[in-house]
Nanobody
Framework: QVQLVVSGGRLVQAGGSLRLSCAASGRAFVNYAMGWFRQAPGKEREFVAAISSSSGRNAYYLDSARFTISRDNAKNTVYLQMNSLKPEDTAAYYC???????????????????WGQGTQVTVSS
């Protein structure tokens, strides 16, 4: 089990950029596949990005043109870089983790066992 602390959400204008961070503590972060999800009011939780454990060589995105997920195992942190933000990106963003010693990413929230608190991202038009 890992504990996840999410940070970086704020109000930003449309077209702007934002980087979210998710710091993990607990067991070996390197052995955890990581994911980012978001949830807007009245909507279901939505996949945003995922990265495999270890080197993180495998990743998958809701929008690969605007979002980039990366991990720094030395800092026990996963990042979500978001560019060209749109008002429809407004949501609470969550970080998630699951133990996985293979090079697989996971895109369903049901695949994850550990969750951080949400951080609010608001994109104004």
């Amino acid at each position: 089990q890992v504990q996840l602390v999410v940070s970086g959400g704020r109000l930003v204008q449309a077209g702007g950029s934002l980087r979210l961070s998710c710091a993990a503590s607990g067991r070996a972060f390197v052995n955890y596949a990581m994911g980012w999800f978001r949830q807007a009011p009245g909507k279901e939780r939505e996949f945003v990005a995922a990265i495999s454990s270890s080197s993180g060589r495998n990743a998958y995105y809701l929008d690969s043109a605007r979002f980039t997920i990366s991990r720094d195992n030395a800092k026990n942190t996963v990042y979500l870089q978001m560019n060209s933000l749109k008002p429809e990106d407004t949501a609470a963003y969550y970080c998630a983790a699951r133990f996985a010693v293979n090079d697989i990413y996971y895109i369903s929230p049901r695949d994850y066992t550990d969750w951080g608190q949400g951080t609010q991202v608001t994109v104004s038009s």
